[in-house]
């Protein structure tokens, strides 16, 4: 079963509606209600497209990296965000920490509070 900060993997969708490449990605929430869909954050390694104090870094010397599955250091974009049906996800790789997670979901809150 596939839950909250897993990474996954699944073919992004893009802005201007082509085909995506199948990446990691991060599932942030289930969508309430009687469908099987899930919120899902981007992941990306083209760390210069990182917002400071919006997006998060996963360094390869942070704890909870292993656990990720991911292979470099990976931007966390929460500017990117998609709900799709999780029977269309591939596969988990991994996890990011319960506290890494909580950071997103509130910058998340804060950045739609504002």
């Known amino acids: 079963m596939k839950n909250s900060g897993q990474i996954v ?22 969508v309430p209600g009687p469908y099987n ?7 990306s390694t083209q760390l210069n497209r990182g917002i400071k104090g919006f997006n998060d870094i996963l360094h390869c010397d942070d704890e909870d990296f292993v ?17 799709v049906d ?5 596969g988990s790789i991994g ?10 979901k509130n910058r998340l809150i804060n950045w739609i509070e504002k």
């Open 9 to 30: 993997l699944f073919e992004f969708p893009q802005t201007d509606q082509l085909q995506g490449k199948l990446h990691p990605e991060l599932m942030l929430k289930n």
């Open 37 to 43: 869909d899930v919120l899902m954050c981007m992941i």
């Open 67 to 83: 656990s990720s599955g991911l292979k470099k250091t990976s931007l966390i974009r929460l500017g990117r965000l998609a709900v």
């Open 86 to 90: 999780r029977d269309i996800l591939v």
């Open 95 to 104: 996890t990011i920490s319960n506290k890494r997670l909580k950071r997103l």
